[in-house]
């Protein structure tokens, strides 16, 4: 049996739920038994996306403009052509690269895309309708986007929120600001990705392709000598399914969980990558709707892989470098939906033999193979000037004193049915509800206990912050992963666990969303908001802007409890007194 027909075999063992994964629902069946058309593997290259040169400059940073289209895009060579939307007419997107310190400002344009969704606008989601928009009274277009840039610490009118869309013919969604969002990138590194955030249909726009890199650089990072130049490469790792006709392949009526049959690696379906034998470092980005990671390598050709050495967990850099692979810190690399991971690999001692990245997360049509590595043999080992990684001396992450905690909030993950849809929701909560929001206070450290009672597993994202994993398992006290310590902004939470995570919420006030990022679970409402409060006066203050009865009796009541210290409620009284408005 080839290795092809396995994969199918045990894809049809999955659809009917052996494989450990039970469908939840009958729209669910039918997704998981959709099935591509079948391709042969590593027939063609591992493509690297484009970098995006600035435009121009505007206010003195670098200026960025995208033009969001749809287009045809090749996912394997005997796959007919795909319809996608996609940013400057690539699958993924052109790759910004920015360094840490240096602002830049967007703008995506999004007159170029049709003004019906390519995929089906499951109406029975909200936001989708000028019915069931929570916000709005006025016409809810078919097609909206918004781009919101991962990971960044920005103010709330630049983070690309998902009820701040505009339509290709110009109709603004309720919360729409301004067209071109300013990013300082204040924030220290990373890698992640820039993807539509669209109310009801993030799911869609993105499996459409509305998606791509941006990387932030460090001098820090520069100092470390990674392999670089064709030596890093970014793999963007997806699950998609096919119809015959080449076209994409996505159930029409919403399902809570989509998995694909078909693995596409930086928008090729198992593509290869030649490789030298020397070291390589690798960006890898989960980019799927929904599907977990779990990452090995397998030797092809001869026996032994060589061990992954990951140094940085999607921001900044872990505390050491944690080697995966049998006999490793870790046997595998786990990463959900959206989370990162970056790694080094040495091919120094495989030369002439072939590797292939695995995936051995259980979940839906088995996707066993990603990305095959070949490398070549030649009369003469190539120079390699990169550092060792076990020898990286990383510079180390922030790290959080439990001491200065102000407030620890317990944040359940929840399950519910509603309108006869699976929907997740978060401290019982769902999108926009009343009491939803929590008002962290501007420049202090909060711990969030994230509880999972929702029977399934989900990757919590929280805008604006970086955060630090200090304990999951059942009670929260287990230590975290080796590989999540440090910066991340995205952390797995499985059924049954308790994640403890630590930020400081800091540089910006206002309102910013946190939510499941699967995105199947987050357009359906899996997705509330935290609101940065500048300061103690502005907690209390009322909608005018001033502090009334009841805000004096609330400072009162937090003092009492020990929320505020009593030097902020002589200044709460003060205001009350005057009757003065608090600055914003
Ligand atoms: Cu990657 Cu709120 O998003
Ligand atoms: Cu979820």
Redesign the pocket.
């Known amino acids: 049996m080839t290795r092809l027909s396995r994969r199918r075999l045990l894809q049809a063992g999955a659809a009917l739920g052996v494989a450990g994964v039970a469908p939840q629902t009958s729209t669910e069946v039918a997704a998981q038994t959709a099935q591509s058309p079948a391709l042969d593997e590593f027939v063609q290259e591992l493509p690297i996306p484009s970098v995006k040169e600035p435009d121009g400059q505007r206010e003195g940073a670098d200026a960025y403009e995208f033009q969001q289209t749809e287009f045809t895009h090749s996912f394997h060579p005997d796959l007919p052509d795909t319809t996608v939307w996609g940013f400057d007419g690539s699958y993924p997107g052109p790759m910004i690269e920015a360094e840490e310190g240096e602002p830049i400002h967007v703008r995506v344009d999004n007159s170029g895309l049709p003004s019906d969704h390519l995929l089906t606008v499951d109406e029975r989601i909200d936001g989708t309708t000028s019915e069931n928009h929570p916000n709005t009274d006025g016409p809810v277009p078919e097609v909206r986007t918004v781009t919101?840039f991962?990971?960044l610490e920005v103010a709330p009118e630049n983070d690309g929120?998902?009820e701040m869309w505009t339509s290709p013919d110009g109709v603004e969604g309720p919360k729409f600001v301004n067209e071109w969002q300013e990013l300082p990138m204040e924030q220290g590194r990373t890698t992640s990705?820039y993807?539509d955030?669209t109310l009801g249909i993030t799911r869609l726009n993105a499996y459409a392709g509305l998606f791509g890199l941006y990387k932030i650089t460090s001098d820090e990072e520069e100092s470390l000598d990674l392999p670089s130049g064709e030596y890093d490469v970014p793999l963007v790792l997806q699950d998609k399914s096919f119809n015959s006709d080449g076209s994409l392949s996505y159930p029409e009526e919403y399902v809570p969980q989509f998995l694909g049959d078909t693995a596409v690696v930086n928008g090729a379906a198992w593509p290869y990558l030649d490789v030298e034998p020397r070291r390589y470092r690798f960006r890898i980005v989960n980019a799927a709707n929904h599907r977990s990671f779990d990452l090995g390598l397998r030797n092809d050709s001869g026996s032994g892989v060589p061990t992954m050495y990951q140094f940085a967990p999607g921001h900044g850099f872990l505390e050491s470098v944690v080697s995966i692979g049998s006999g490793g810190d870790l046997d595998s690399l786990l990463l959900t939906a959206?989370e990162r991971a970056e790694v080094v690999v040495d091919f120094s001692d495989y030369a002439g033999q072939t590797l292939t990245l695995t995936n051995s997360a259980e979940m839906g049509p088995e996707l066993t193979d990603l990305v095959q590595f070949r490398v070549s043999d030649p009369d003469q080992a190539p120079s390699d000037p990169s550092a060792e990684p076990t020898s990286l001396s990383l510079p180390s992450p922030t790290s959080y004193d439990e001491d200065d905690v102000r407030t620890t909030r317990e944040m359940t993950l929840g399950v519910t049915v509603e309108d006869g849809l699976i929907t997740h929701t978060l401290n019982g909560f769902t999108y926009g509800e009343e009491g939803s929001t929590v008002y962290p206070r501007l420049g202090t450290t909060e711990i969030w206990e994230l509880v999972n009672e929702s029977g399934g597993r989900h990757p919590i994202?929280l805008?604006l912050v970086t955060f630090r994993v200090i304990g999951r398992g059942p009670d929260g006290t287990e230590p975290p992963d080796p590989n999540e310590r440090g910066p991340k902004?995205?952390v797995r939470v499985d059924p049954g666990e308790t994640v403890r995570i630590i930020a400081e919420f800091s540089g910006y006030t206002g309102r910013f969303?946190?939510?499941c990022?699967m995105l199947e679970h987050?357009d359906n409402k899996m997705?509330i908001a935290f609101h940065v409060e500048g300061g103690p006066l502005q907690s209390y203050a009322n909608e005018d802007g001033v502090i009334g009865s009841e805000g004096l009796t609330d400072a009162i009541a937090d003092w009492r409890t020990s929320d505020l210290e009593t030097e902020d409620l002589l200044e709460v009284i003060d205001y009350w007194r005057s009757g003065d408005e608090v600055a914003e």
Request: hydrophobic share 15%; glycine share 6%; net charge negative.
């Open positions: 919101h991962h990971g929120q998902s990705t993807h955030h959206f994202h805008h902004d995205t969303p946190w939510h990022h987050e997705m």
